[in-house]
């Protein structure tokens, strides 16, 4: 079986600043995702790779950028960190190049906390 | 933008008893509709899922109903035991995408 190591578990920074969150996989999956999640709702896509190197918005990308280096890791900044919008950021991860009938694999999840 | 409804928010059911969700989707090009578990504290896992060529599966408690027609799809937990109190969403396909239910608590009460 595979993991998914999202770094870091908390990330508290203070309104404006620039927060950048890190994913890695060792699953060797194509696809891989950054959902937001407010307490006790359902998850809203930032942004979402297919392969290395590419990006593709999701339906919550303002205010974020993402990058795919490498085909094991995506990370996420924060451009300009606002106190609403302290949440719990989710990475995935799936097999398949853009196939959305696959599982996606969840990491454990970053809590940002803005001061 | 694209909507899946999911209802209810919260569900209370006594032990024992059966659970339904219910989600509405937009899309009649999706064909796919994964349901997810989320315990507190921890990651979304999946549990089970339908693709558009069935109209019901089955696994271990766990029944999905799929009506193309409505737009509808339903997830069942037969005897529910205090373990299966916790979040559930669903999930529908569009393009490279799933669009998320906002959610379900599901408690289970002795």
């Not at chain 1, 490498?70 to 853009?98: W, Y």
């Not at chain 2, 933008?1 to 989600?23: D, H, M, T, Y």
């Not at chain 2, 994964?34 to 899922?49: S, V």
Request: hydrophobic residues 30%; positive net charge.
């Amino acid at each position: 079986g595979g993991i998914i190591t999202q770094t870091p578990k908390f990330l508290i920074g203070q309104e404006g600043q620039k927060l950048t969150l890190k994913c890695q996989q060792n699953f060797n999956h194509d696809t891989m995702y950054w959902y937001r999640q407010d307490s006790g709702k359902g998850l809203r896509l930032i942004y979402y790779s297919i392969t290395e190197n590419d990006l593709q918005k999701g339906d919550l990308s303002e205010g974020y950028d993402a990058s795919r280096e490498k085909k094991s890791s995506f990370s996420l900044t924060v451009t300009s960190a606002q106190k609403n919008e302290m949440a719990v950021f989710l990475c995935a991860s799936s097999i398949d190049r853009g196939n959305s009938g696959n599982t996606l694999y969840f990491g454990e999840g970053s809590r940002l906390i803005v001061v | 933008g694209e909507q899946v409804e999911q209802l209810p928010s919260i569900l209370r059911v006594q032990e024992g008893s059966s659970a339904s969700i219910n989600c509405t989707y937009e899309n009649s090009a999706s064909n796919y509709f994964p349901w997810y578990k989320q315990e507190p504290g921890e990651n979304p896992k999946l549990i089970i899922d339908i693709r558009s060529n069935m109209e019901r599966k089955q696994t271990q408690g766990l029944i999905v109903l799929l009506d193309k027609k409505a737009k509808r799809f339903s997830l069942h937990i037969t005897d529910t035991q205090p373990g299966d109190s916790a979040m559930y969403f669903c999930a529908a396909s569009r393009n490279y995408q799933l669009i998320w239910g906002s959610g379900t608590k599901l408690i289970i009460k002795p």
